[in-house]
C-alpha cells in the first residue's frame, strides 16, 4: 500500500472497541491469509462490550510485543497482530516495532469470542500511534485482516460486511446500514457454562468448506438471506426477522454437521435456550436466537420484552449467566492511559 499523504505524529494512542453480532453468518473464506469471505455478512454492534487497547510505537523495541489481560499474547496471536501493525507500517512509513496492552470487557470465557473487539481496537489505535487518519472503510479492511468479523466492529449499529470481488480485498469492508436508533433492540447473551469452544472458528470453516456436502448451498443461502434481512431491517419487521436470523445461524450449524468429520459446538442446554425462545415468540414475545461456533446462544429481542425473557433464560439448567446489553456505536480512539481500565 502507498504510504498516506495524510500523516499526523507518531506515538501512544488508545481505542475502545465493541464486539458484535452476526445476524447473518460469516462461515466461509476465499482467502484465509487477508480473511476474504465467500459471503456477505450483517451484524448489530454491540454497546460497552468489547476491547480497550494501547499502542505505543519505541525506538527501543527488537520486535512487537502484547499483554492481553495482562498475560503475553500467543504466537498465533501475535502472528495475526504483526500482519495489521505490518500493513500500518507500510502505510506510515514507520519501521518502529510498538508495544501494546489489551483489556477485554467481555472475557473470551465468557463464551463470547473477543477476536471482533480485539482486531478492531487495534486496527483504531495503531493507525492513529503511527500517525494514520484512516476512514472507516480503511479501518474496516485493516481489522478484517486480523480477524474476519472484526471488520464489522468499526462501525455501530446495522453493520454490513460486503463480501467484494477484488482478490487484494479492496472492496471487502463493512459499512453502517441503519444506526442503533432506527430499531432499538436489546441483545441477550445466554452463556452456557463448560468450558470454551474446542475447534477455532477459522479450521471449523475451513472444514466445512472442504468436507460439508452443504457447503455450496450454504453461500448461496447467504447471499439470499443478506438481502432479505436488509429489508427486514428496513421495514422493522420482526416476524421476517426472526426466521431470517434463526433459518441462517441453523444453516450454519447444518453445514457444520453435514462435514466429514462432522462438527457439533452445541450442548443440551443450547437446544434448551431454543426450544425456551420458541415458546416465548409463540406466546407473543418479540424474541430470536443466534448462535455462533459455540454452545453460547444470543437472543435479539424488543426492549419490553427483554426483561421477561431474560428471567426465563436464567432459569434453564446449565445457563451460567444471562448479559443483557443493546446495540451501540462503533469503535474509537480514547484517552490513553486513561481510557484503560485497570485489569
Ligand atoms: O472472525 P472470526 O474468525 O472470529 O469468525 C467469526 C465466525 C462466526 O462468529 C461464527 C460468524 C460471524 O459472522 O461472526
Excluded at 444470543?298 to 427483554?306: E, G, K
Aim: aromatic share 6%; glycine share 8%; net charge neutral.
Amino acid at each position: 500500500m502507498k504510504p498516506s499523504p495524510n500523516l499526523g505524529p507518531i506515538g501512544r494512542a488508545a481505542a475502545f472497541a465493541p464486539s458484535n453480532i452476526a445476524l447473518t453468518k460469516y462461515w466461509g473464506k476465499r482467502n484465509s491469509r487477508i480473511n476474504l469471505p465467500l459471503s456477505s455478512s450483517i451484524s448489530v454492534t454491540l454497546s460497552e462490550l468489547g476491547s480497550f487497547t494501547i499502542v505505543e510505537p519505541q525506538a527501543d523495541l527488537r520486535q512487537d510485543v502484547m499483554l492481553v489481560d495482562d498475560k503475553p499474547l500467543d504466537d498465533a496471536g501475535l502472528v495475526k497482530v504483526r500482519r495489521v501493525l505490518d500493513e500500518i507500517r507500510a502505510m506510515s512509513g514507520s519501521s518502529l516495532y510498538a508495544g501494546l496492552r489489551s483489556v477485554n470487557t467481555v472475557a473470551a470465557a465468557q463464551g463470547m469470542a473477543s477476536s471482533a473487539s480485539a482486531f478492531a481496537a487495534l486496527a483504531t489505535a495503531a493507525s492513529a500511534a503511527y500517525g494514520l487518519r484512516l476512514d472507516s472503510a480503511a479501518l474496516s479492511r485493516l481489522a478484517r485482516t486480523g480477524s474476519g468479523s472484526a471488520s464489522r466492529s468499526i462501525d455501530g449499529g446495522y453493520v454490513l460486511w460486503q463480501r467484494g470481488e477484488k482478490d487484494d480485498g479492496s472492496d471487502s469492508f463493512a459499512t453502517q446500514r441503519f444506526a442503533a436508533d432506527h430499531w432499538p433492540m436489546r441483545i441477550l447473551i445466554a452463556h452456557a457454562s463448560g468450558g470454551r469452544k474446542s475447534v477455532s472458528s477459522t479450521l471449523g470453516m475451513a472444514q466445512s468448506k472442504t468436507d460439508s456436502l452443504l457447503f455450496r448451498s450454504w453461500i448461496e443461502r447467504c447471499d439470499h438471506d443478506v438481502v432479505a434481512l436488509e429489508n427486514a431491517i428496513e421495514n422493522k419487521d420482526f416476524s421476517t426477522f426472526a426466521d431470517l436470523v434463526e433459518g441462517n445461524a441453523l444453516a450454519m450449524h447444518g453445514t457444520m454437521l453435514a462435514g466429514q468429520p462432522a462438527l457439533l459446538y452445541w450442548r443440551p442446554v443450547t437446544l434448551a435456550v431454543i426450544a425456551a425462545v420458541r415458546e416465548l415468540r409463540k406466546d407473543g414475545a418479540e424474541c430470536c436466537f443466534t448462535i455462533d461456533a459455540g454452545a453460547s446462544v444470543v437472543i435479539l429481542c424488543s426492549p419490553q420484552d427483554a426483561r421477561p425473557v431474560s428471567e426465563v433464560l436464567s432459569e434453564i439448567d446449565g445457563i451460567e449467566q444471562v448479559i443483557q446489553t443493546r446495540i451501540g456505536p462503533g469503535a474509537r480512539l480514547v484517552e490513553a492511559p486513561g481510557g484503560l481500565p485497570h485489569a
